[in-house]
């Protein structure tokens, strides 16, 4: 790429035209804080939010003491109610649940126990939440791919709730898609697709199409999970669960997978390139970086 180029460049384009695989990308996030903020969002949208400080003292202890715990900002365009909507998301494979309550002021957060609320099921939220990260500021590849997303998705509503979100990760992946409570991430959607997310959403099952991987897996787990899928075209969220995982180099990964219906253990042995692709992995980036992806080298039913 030319000097004069550089600062002009789409990451998201220049991903697909790599021909990055999505698959195995999504950061690990087993709890997720979702707070409304409906002001302005800037590239570090939460430290420049005017949340008052002891509120962002209380967030921040939080996600410093819950490992693979997470914070987005939300927000959307029509929401007129006077209170603030707040979302603990547990992405638990087997049993995940997601948390809604309506703040007065933020300072009601204060008073929340996170793990009394973690044990207490008067709070749960019976339908889902969509996120799409349209965060500009943070990147611009979220803002010209997700907010068209984020506007066909609140067309379709039909019980669950979608919302704009500040950086999911990964933004060279724009539009990025966050199903919870599942903690399930799609990458490169459009908003022609929206409908198939959609339903296989609320039909529990994964669309491959665009999918990134499960927030409550490892990322060589992602991977794996992405091949056992596509090979067995079983596609249902609950089909399988995670049995074990081996590693005997940096490269090699063997992922065991149950079959929730079958009784049968479904082995995936994949193996990772970390320098497979030199790119721009955001659209501030002045260098490229070395992109990792994974390949499929057996699976089988043990």
Known sequence: ????????????????????????????????????????????????????????????????????????????????EKKLKFYVGVCDELEPKLYEFALSS???????????VL?????????PLFLVCTN??????????????YLETVKQENGYLTWQCTHLGGHRFAANFLCLPHGIYYGRVRDNNVT?????????????????GRSCYVKDVQAADYFLRTNTGINSISAF????????????????????????????????DRSALMNYTSCKDKEKSPVAQYKLVEYKVL
């Open 119 to 127: 044990s207490n099921d008067s709070y749960l939220r019976e339908e």
């Open 196 to 212: 198939k997310l959609i339903d296989d959403s609320r039909k529990q099952n994964i669309y491959l199409g665009n999918y990134r």
């Open 136 to 149: 500009g500021a943070y990147d611009k590849c979220c803002g010209k791919h997700g907010v068209p997303v």
């Open 241 to 272: 669960r995670l049995k074990e995982v081996r590693t005997p180099d940096k490269e090699s990964s063997f992922v065991g997978f149950l079959s929730q219906n079958e009784g049968k253990t479904y082995l995936v042995h994949i193996k990772k």
């Open 1 to 80: 790429m030319r000097e004069k180029d550089k600062q002009i460049f789409s990451c998201s384009a220049l991903s697909m035209e790599s021909d990055e695989k999505i698959f195995g990308t999504v950061p690990r996030v087993d709890i997720w804080f979702l707070l409304e903020y409906r002001g302005a969002w800037s590239d570090k949208a939460f430290v420049t939010s005017e949340i008052p400080e002891n509120v962002k003292k209380r967030i921040n202890g939080c996600l410093d003491s819950i490992p693979n715990s997470r914070l987005q900002l939300i927000k959307r365009l029509d929401n007129a």
């Open 106 to 116: 933020y300072e009601d957060i204060l008073g929340l126990d996170i793990n009394k």
